[in-house]
């Protein structure tokens, strides 16, 4: 298992600026995820934080809206860029620590509004 | 396009009934459907999964059906107590893509 705590929890931004989300894990895992879940909508992939190297995004999705860094195995950042509305979300990052997909530890996620 | 729906947006039920959660699929190259619980102001967690090769899994209160000719699947929870008021999300995938589909989730109401 592991325990994976987000900062902010919640946050009430201005159109236009940006936010960044941290994730931290208690333990290195290799595999990390960013999600976003709209509000009455499903948990939507955003992107896999790599160690190392660029974050691989998922369709609709691209690193100028959202860069990430993930600078070791138990860190990881993702930036709301330039935000608007459409953004308000709940944004979690997960792992899988047996590096199965299947079975991913959460975050308790950071609640966005953007007005 | 969901590939994933969870038609049910709320579910109430009696304290000591059966709970059933419903969820469909599109997707016909899915062969792997996972349950995950989420408790407000917390992330999802784990719950039960079941493979495409079998129709049946349970795991103490908790059983997970799949119908793959109907793409169907459904929870199960009994007895139903209060604890088990919380989000459920099903979620799918397909040996081709690691990543997970996920429905939008059915609240379960559990009433004393």
């Known amino acids: 298992s592991a325990v994976i705590s987000q900062k902010p929890s919640r946050d009430i931004c201005q159109r236009g600026t940006s936010l960044t989300i941290q994730c931290q894990v208690d333990?290195?895992?290799?595999?990390m995820f960013w999600y976003r879940q709209q509000p009455g909508q499903s948990l939507t992939l955003i992107a896999t934080?790599?160690?190392?190297?660029?974050?691989?995004?998922e369709s609709g999705f691209v690193i100028d809206k959202f860069p990430i860094s993930r600078p070791n195995l138990t860190f990881s950042t993702l930036t709301v860029s330039n935000m608007s509305p459409e953004d308000s979300s709940i944004y979690l990052c997960?792992?899988?620590?047996?590096?199965?997909?299947?079975?991913?530890?959460f975050g308790p996620g950071t609640r966005l509004t953007v007005t | 396009d969901q590939q994933v729906k969870q038609n049910s947006p709320s579910l109430s039920v009696q304290e000591g009934r059966i709970s059933i959660l419903n969820c469909d699929y599109t997707?016909?190259?899915?062969?792997?459907f996972l349950w995950y619980k989420k408790y407000p102001a917390e992330g999802p967690t784990f719950l039960i999964s079941i493979s495409s090769i079998k129709d049946k899994n349970e795991d103490g209160r908790f059983t997970v059906f799949l119908n793959k000719s109907a793409k169907h699947l459904s929870l199960h929870i009994v007895p139903s107590q209060p604890g088990d008021s919380a989000v459920y999300f099903c979620a799918a995938s397909a040996a081709s893509n690691y990543q997970l589909i996920w429905g939008a989730g059915t609240k379960l109401i559990i009433k004393p």
């Open positions: 934080a790599n160690q190392g190297s660029e974050a691989t995004y």
């Open positions: 997707n016909s190259m899915f062969d792997y």
């Open positions: 333990s290195q895992v290799t595999m």
């Open positions: 997960s792992v899988a620590p047996s590096g199965s997909i299947y079975e991913q530890y």
